[in-house]
Nanobody, 128 residues
Framework: QVHLVESGGGLVQAGDSLRLSCAAT????????MGWFRQAPGKEREFVAA????????HYTNSVEGRFVISRDNARDTALLQMSSLKPEDTAVYYC?????????????????????WGQGTQVTVCS
């Protein structure tokens, strides 16, 4: 099972940008679809963005569409989340997750229960 470690979180001002990274080890990274989720204090974990194993398809939650970009570098076993025009409501712990992908499999970008591996999370705080 792949092991994931997020980095890149921090404290920023509204309107700033951040890039989160998710480094994968212990598995064949290119065989996993990747997702980013976030959890704010007192709220449930929510889907943010996802990308297929090949990188050919992406999905975003409405609130980040046009501001966040998910990408991956299969040569470096890394998934990225470029966040721009950050808002205070983006404040949360951000988690990356891996979903097994392969011939005949169905991609479930939004469903946290379909992701088998999770990182420990990285805190993003946006001040107004």
């Amino acid at each position: 099972q792949v092991h994931l470690v997020e980095s890149g979180g921090g404290l920023v001002q509204a309107g700033d940008s951040l890039r989160l990274s998710c480094a994968a080890t212990g598995g064949t990274f290119s065989s996993y679809a990747m997702g980013w989720f976030r959890q704010a204090p007192g709220k449930e974990r929510e889907f943010v963005a996802a990308i297929t194993a090949s990188g050919g398809r992406t999905h975003y939650t409405n609130s980040v569409e046009g501001r966040f970009v998910i990408s991956r570098d299969n040569a470096r076993d890394t998934a990225l989340l470029q966040m721009s025009s950050l808002k205070p409501e983006d404040t949360a712990v951000y988690y990356c997750a891996a979903q097994t992908s392969g011939p005949g499999s169905t991609w479930y970008p939004f469903r946290a229960d379909k992701y088998g591996s999770w990182g420990q999370g990285t805190q993003v705080t946006v001040c107004s």
